[in-house]
Nanobody, 126 residues
């Protein structure tokens, strides 16, 4: 199983940018799908963006399209989430996740992932 560790969270003003990183270690596979999820206080964990490790296919939640960009560097075993035009409603703990998955795009359901990082806090002030 792969181990994941997020970094890059912090406090930013509305309209600002942050870049999150998710480093993978241990047994990795080209068959992985990886995703970013977030969870705000009192809310369920929700899908933000996903990427297929082999071919780089990406998918996004409607709420972050045109503002967030997911990418990966296979050599560095690292996934990124570039977040621009941040809004207060983007405030949450952000988690990266991974799973073996052969679909064209990464799954959007958290239950489809079996490896998770510890999370990193993103706070957007108004």
């Amino acid at each position: 199983q792969v181990q994941l560790e997020e970094s890059g969270g912090g406090l930013v003003q509305a309209g600002g940018s942050l870049r999150l990183q998710c480093g993978a270690s241990g047994r990795t596979s080209l068959q992985y799908a990886m995703g970013w999820f977030r969870q705000a206080p009192g809310k369920e964990r929700e899908f933000v963006a996903g990427i297929k490790w082999r071919n780089g296919n990406t998918n996004y939640a409607d709420s972050v399209k045109e503002r967030f960009t997911i990418s990966r560097d296979r050599d560095k075993k690292t996934m990124y989430l570039q977040m621009n035009s941040l809004k207060p409603e983007d405030t949450a703990v952000y988690y990266c996740a991974a799973a073996i998955n052969t679909n064209i795009y990464a799954p959007r359901e958290s239950t489809d992932y079996d490896s998770w990082g510890q999370g990193t806090q993103v706070t957007v002030s108004s």
